[in-house]
């Protein structure tokens, strides 16, 4: 699945039991990181719990990962809250702010925090879309999402490969292309 170097950062997170918010445009390459990082996990023997929005159901199942799909904000975070305190240590989320509204209110708002709160107290990683807003790539809720992770990275396209750009909390761009068979080359 993964070839080369992998950057400090992904093996950090499921290592020591990390928050990761991961962010970028569709077909940028999140899904597959985040697939990764739950194989990993549960190579470490962490219970692995997958939750995703409908258009993001996973291509590839890792065995030892319950996967669950969730129809709307209070149900995802609820769903989180549930399996960080109890059946998983290890959660991953495609996408956690795929059901957030551009115009928030209070409860999305609250719905969000409370999703990010689960992901940061268990350990794990959450993608989110990003879109292009007046010039500016950004993410629905990133003042939101930005004070509950340990680590926050943008994926982008960079010519031929992709750039994993960690933001949070320092500085550093790792740089990967995608392999034939699906799998990721760190460079």
Not at 54 to 67: D, H, L
Not at 126 to 142: H, M, N, Q
């Given at each position: 699945m ?15 039991r ?20 739950g194989s ?6 962490l ?18 990962v ?7 904000m ?43 709160s ?5 350990g794990?990683?959450a ?10 790539e ?20 960079l010519?031929?490969?992709f750039a994993l750009?960690l ?11 995608y ?9």
């Amino acid at each position: 699945m993964s070839r080369g170097r992998v950057p400090w950062v992904l093996r950090s997170v499921v290592q020591h039991r990390l928050s990761l918010f991961l962010y970028g445009a569709p077909g940028s390459g999140k899904s597959l990181i985040a697939h990764y990082m739950g194989s990993r996990a549960v190579e470490a023997g962490l219970r692995v719990c997958h939750f995703y929005t409908p258009p993001n159901k996973p291509r590839n199942v890792v065995e030892g990962v319950m996967y669950r799909e969730v129809l709307d904000m209070s149900g995802l975070a609820s769903s989180l809250l549930s399996a960080s305190l109890g059946r998983c240590s290890f959660l991953v989320v495609d996408t956690i702010n795929e059901l957030y509204r551009l115009e928030p209110t209070i409860e999305s708002v609250s719905m969000l925090a409370m999703a990010a709160s689960a992901v940061r107290s268990t350990g794990g990683v959450a993608l989110g879309v990003a879109s292009l807003r007046d010039g500016e790539e950004s993410t629905p809720g990133y003042s939101v999402l930005e004070p509950y992770f340990h680590f926050i990275g943008r994926i982008y396209r960079l010519g031929v490969g992709f750039a994993l750009e960690l933001l949070k909390p320092s500085r550093k761009i790792f740089y990967l292309r995608y392999s034939g068979s699906g799998g990721v080359v760190w460079l």
